[in-house]
């Protein structure tokens, strides 16, 4: 009877929706308008946090290529170690510590200092992505400075998706990389 009566008053219930909003299976194709709706509500939801949580990615990536700048490799291949101001820094890769295994990321640190001192081949010998990682933090930066600067152009999200892609390919090859050396390794140090 309330729904009779809301329609003979002309007035909507508050949980009515009109028909051309209702996109049921087989029903009406929604409207233009609802899809841009949508959409604009989607960009807005995805908006970054804020202004300061760019603005400090682009720093983390500074001090990564400045920790890089500083931190100096001692020695070559898997012997190198870093330094930092001549005083000599333990290893702390708690992976290999414990299991006497180096993990995907070992090397990792070394090879973008090496590649900050202008050392390109033995960064590349002593972890092949360590200039992949480089690259990524790289990649970081052109849409941080334009959100932080108060614009979110549509092609911020579409470069963040490519990123976050370009992320999982580069971990998925990182892993499928360091399984095929340990393999290699462990059947090498099998043969007479």
């Known amino acids: 009877m309330p729904a009779e009566a809301d329609a003979r008053e002309g007035s909507a219930?508050?949980?009515?929706?009109p028909a051309a909003r209702v996109h049921a299976p087989g029903g009406p194709e929604p409207l233009r308008e609802d899809i841009a709706e949508q959409a604009g509500a989607a960009l807005r939801a995805a908006q970054p946090s804020s202004r300061a949580s760019n603005i400090a990615v682009v720093g983390m990536v500074a001090g990564l290529l400045a920790a890089g700048a500083l931190l100096h490799p001692d020695g070559?291949?898997?012997?190198?170690?870093l330094s930092l101001l001549g005083m000599p820094l333990p290893a702390i890769c708690w992976f290999r510590l414990t299991t006497g295994i180096p993990c995907p990321g070992c090397g990792?640190?070394?090879?973008?200092?090496?590649?900050?001192h202008g050392s390109f081949g033995a960064s590349l010998a002593m972890h092949p992505f360590g200039i992949a990682a480089v690259v990524l933090a790289l990649l970081q930066v052109p849409p941080r400075v334009v959100r932080a600067a108060g614009s979110s152009p549509p092609w911020t999200f579409r470069w963040d998706r490519i990123w976050l892609n370009a992320l999982v390919v580069t971990a998925i090859l990182m892993v499928s990389w360091w399984v095929v050396k340990i393999a290699v390794a462990g059947w090498l140090a099998a043969q007479p």
């Open 13 to 17: 219930s508050p949980l009515s929706v």
């Open 76 to 81: 070559t291949g898997e012997r190198a170690h």
């Open 108 to 116: 990792l640190t070394r090879a973008v200092a090496l590649l900050m």
